[in-house]
């Protein structure tokens, strides 16, 4: 009994599984048919089944495939058709029109003038030193094998000949009396003058206290300073102003005090800097030329005991400067000191900063040359 209910069981479920097997299999086969048909009708690029294909070869719908082509394909004929038409129209009627070409229009040119890269040569002084003797040296260079001429306080002195490298060398065999003098330079072919002059003092005392200042437009430059020392006492520089001040630069001991007399007359005191600079000014009025001077300047310790002393005695030579005077900065400098030494007040710092077209009147560097104007 018990086998025989085992055996309609299985017989029942093989049932079931055909019946599913043939159900999926006709869901299929309409999913299939669906899918077709909606291909047919929205994709002109879909193609038939191998069935559908023999079933088109063996009938007679030749005429009705033609219409599905054209209905398919109707607009790209459409365009081919249209581009061949503007094909066909250009070249019937624009082949032989006349072509119009519009050039813009081009300025004139402009011929500007060749500026010439030749710079003109102008006499020039290499040094101008007084010998021991008294005599003075001056050389310098000008064009090669040409006539330069030596002018001394505006007058011709001598006419020297420069060799095949534009060299010259001025001797003269008598010596220059003590005095100021301005020396310049003349292209005598061209007649172009220097560009700077040489300032030279020549003292009584000899070559050793004697002066030659090289004058350009960027300011001065020393070729022959005198040698005032003293130990460690050193002056480097004595500038007599047009507004009756005297101005003395040096070094010293930092932090000592170094004082000024003239004629024996006690004119004031300056601070050594802690980089062994000084500079003091005292107005001493008018100098009269020819009358004999003695400058007198003295280094202090702490305990005011004079340790060093420089004394500079000379005859007063005729003025031949102009309205300024150059100075060249040293380390520790500022321009309220310049002021005070040869302005006589700090406070026309600002003449020289203008003078000098320095915008920031607390910047200012060692070795830079500065005009100082000193008229009254």
């Excluded at 072509?99 to 010439?116: L, T």
């Amino acid at each position: 009994m018990a086998a025989t209910n085992i055996g309609k069981t299985k017989r029942s479920t093989d049932e079931m599984i055909n019946d599913a097997v043939n159900r999926q299999q006709s869901w299929l086969e309409r999913r299939r048919a669906f899918t077709r048909k909606f291909l047919r009708k929205f994709n002109v690029f879909s193609k038939d089944t191998k069935e559908e294909q023999v079933v088109q070869k063996t009938s007679n719908t030749e005429p009705r495939k033609n219409h599905k082509i054209v209905k398919s394909y109707w607009f790209p004929i459409l365009c081919a058709l249209l581009v061949v038409l503007i094909a066909v129209f250009i070249m019937l009627f624009r082949i032989n029109a006349p072509v119009k070409v519009i050039a813009p229009a081009v300025p004139e040119p402009i011929v500007k003038p060749v500026k010439s890269t030749v710079k003109q040569t102008t006499p020039s002084f290499d040094l101008v030193r007084i010998e021991k003797s008294g005599n003075i040296i001056i050389a310098g260079r000008n064009v090669r094998e040409s006539n330069i001429s030596i002018v001394v306080n505006k007058k011709v002195v001598a006419t020297e000949h420069t060799n095949k490298d534009g060299e010259f060398v001025y001797a003269p065999s008598d010596a220059l009396n003590p005095g100021n003098y301005v020396i310049s330079l003349i292209d005598t072919d061209k007649n172009i003058k220097s560009v700077d002059s040489v300032f030279v003092y020549i003292s009584e005392h000899g070559y050793e206290n004697s002066v030659s200042l090289l004058m350009t437009k960027d300011g001065s430059k020393i070729m022959q300073a005198p040698a005032l020392a003293d130990g460690d006492l050193i002056v480097s520089k004595i500038d007599y102003l047009s507004n009756g001040r005297i101005v003395i630069t040096g070094h010293a001991l930092p932090r000592l005090r170094v004082s000024l007399s003239l004629n024996d007359k006690y004119l004031g005191f300056a601070r050594v800097s802690d980089y062994k600079n000084f500079g003091l000014g005292a107005d001493v009025g008018e100098l009269k030329s020819g009358e004999k001077y003695k400058i007198n300047v003295r280094l202090h310790d702490g305990e005011g005991t004079t340790i060093a002393d420089i004394e500079h005695e000379f005859i007063m030579p005729e003025m031949t400067g102009d309205d300024n005077t150059f100075y060249t900065v040293r380390r520790g400098d500022c321009l309220w000191i310049i002021a005070r030494n040869f302005l006589r007040r700090g406070i026309l710092f600002t003449m020289i900063a203008e003078r000098n077209n320095i915008k920031n009147p607390d910047l200012i560097f060692p070795e830079q040359s500065l005009k100082i104007p000193v008229k009254n």
